[in-house]
């Protein structure tokens, strides 16, 4: 027995050792294109954060990797009050909200519905919404115009959730229904059996499972949502109803730009995407996954 197995773990051994040599050399192969992709994504964003702190005069010099002489924390008092900051974020945080819940009760029960059910159309129903993602913005301009105008919503809110919730729906319910494909159906024939209806499954079982690409979904639609100008620009007129990126306006001038001040305005309009993107990170990652394998 000592004379066969010794060779056995030599070969072990020697296996082990070729198989960790090919994890480093992999490793080494892949850490340059992280470090050049991490600086390439986190670039921009401090290079934002030094432009909110210069005068015009740093700015328009072609400085563009120079840091500040010092320090202009007026530019973002002016920000604040000129770019109606607290105004503008309770709008958007308003529209935001409202579209993203909405957003998510509804894919998720067309979700469920095209996955969950054995019905004639489900693969019809799946297939008008993949088309909707293909529909660009842009023409659809005109048309919505004319129609919030002829029934009498147009300069308000409500112009801006109904096309956010109709643009966002359709790639929503692309990710959750490929989720819920992996359910198990066993877990909803148990709940049938203790005598469960389809709304109680769906609201006790589906969506605690679905968790993961649900917060997916809602970080995706906020993102989209958040920096989102040509509706808000198009269906928007009133200066109390306008929303963050519309502040940037606020800095520009006839005969003059206020750049330190636009600068300080995005860092603060992109804090709380920051904020909650951080808050939410590992659902997010589980939730891009989680429809990968099959449970």
């Avoid at 693969?123 to 913005?137: A, H, K, Y």
């Amino acid at each position: 027995m000592s004379i066969n197995s010794s060779p056995n773990a030599a070969v072990q051994r020697t296996s082990v050792r070729l198989r960790s040599k090919t994890i480093k050399w992999k490793k080494a192969a892949v850490l340059p294109f992280l470090s050049v992709l991490f600086v390439t994504q986190l670039y921009p964003l401090v290079w934002l954060v030094l432009y909110s702190f210069k005068t015009n005069e740093e700015i328009l010099d072609g400085s563009f990797f120079s840091l500040p002489r010092e320090l202009r924390w007026q530019n973002y008092k002016d920000a604040y009050e000129g770019g109606h900051y607290l105004q503008y974020l309770f709008n958007s945080l308003l529209v935001t909200s409202v579209t993203v819940a909405s957003v998510i009760v509804l894919s998720a029960m067309v979700a469920y519905a095209i996955t969950r059910f054995r019905w004639r159309y489900g693969t019809l129903v799946m297939t008008v919404f993949l088309i909707g993602i293909m529909i660009p913005l842009q023409a659809t301009l005109l048309p919505l115009m004319i129609i919030f105008k002829n029934i009498g919503i147009l300069n308000t809110h409500l112009a801006l959730i109904l096309p956010y919730i109709t643009f966002s729906t359709p790639i929503a319910v692309f990710v959750l229904s490929g989720f819920m494909k992996s359910i198990p159906y066993e877990i909803e024939e148990s709940a049938i059996m203790d005598g469960a209806s389809v709304y109680r499954t769906f609201r006790s079982i589906i969506m605690p499972v679905s968790v993961p690409p649900i917060m997916t979904v809602c970080i995706l639609t906020f993102i989209s949502i958040w920096n989102e100008y040509i509706l808000a620009a198009t269906f928007i007129s009133s200066e109390k109803l306008k929303t963050l990126p519309f502040g940037v306006n606020s800095f520009i001038g006839q005969y003059s730009v206020n750049y330190g001040a636009i600068g300080a305005l995005l860092v603060l309009g992109a804090l709380p995407v920051i904020i909650i993107y951080f808050a939410l990170s590992e659902r997010i990652t589980k939730g891009m996954v989680s429809g990968a394998v099959k449970g």
